[in-house]
């Protein structure tokens, strides 16, 4: 059984920077695309980046191209998120997830995702 668990999520300043984990377990996860994807109150679910597992490729939203940098450390099974120059509007619940089909793309629907983590709160004040 996958399990995601995230964490570093928080209250930050405009401006200030967070790095969200994304710990994985239960699988290999050779070839699995691991993507981070974002709930704002009252809006739908967004894309914010994919990785490949193996190859190292990634896919980013547009909203935050040239800030967020996602990464993974295979030694440690986690996936990381690391995001720059926060901004209000990307105040949400950052949730981990994890598809294991070996796509020869990465996905950037939320129906492409097989196993999600349970989320981590992310508040940027102006």
């Known amino acids: 059984q996958v399990q995601l668990v995230e964490s570093g999520g928080g209250l930050v300043q405009a401006g200030d920077s967070l790095r969200l984990s994304c710990a994985a377990s239960?699988?290999?996860?050779?070839?699995?695309?691991m993507g981070w994807f974002r709930q704002a109150p009252g809006k739908e679910r967004e894309f914010v980046a994919a990785?490949?597992?193996?190859?190292?490729?990634?896919l980013y939203g547009d909203s935050v191209k040239d800030r967020f940098i996602i990464s993974r450390d295979s030694a440690k099974n986690t996936v990381f998120l690391q995001m720059n120059s926060l901004k209000p509007e990307d105040t949400a619940v950052y949730s981990c997830?994890?598809?294991?089909?070996?796509?020869?793309?990465?996905?950037?629907?939320?129906?492409?995702?097989?196993?999600w983590g349970q989320g981590t709160q992310v508040t940027v004040s102006s």
């Open positions: 997830a994890a598809d294991p089909l070996g796509r020869a793309h990465l996905g950037d629907t939320s129906a492409e995702y097989f196993y």
């Open positions: 990785i490949n597992w193996s190859t190292g490729n990634t």
């Open positions: 239960g699988r290999t996860f050779s070839n699995y695309g």
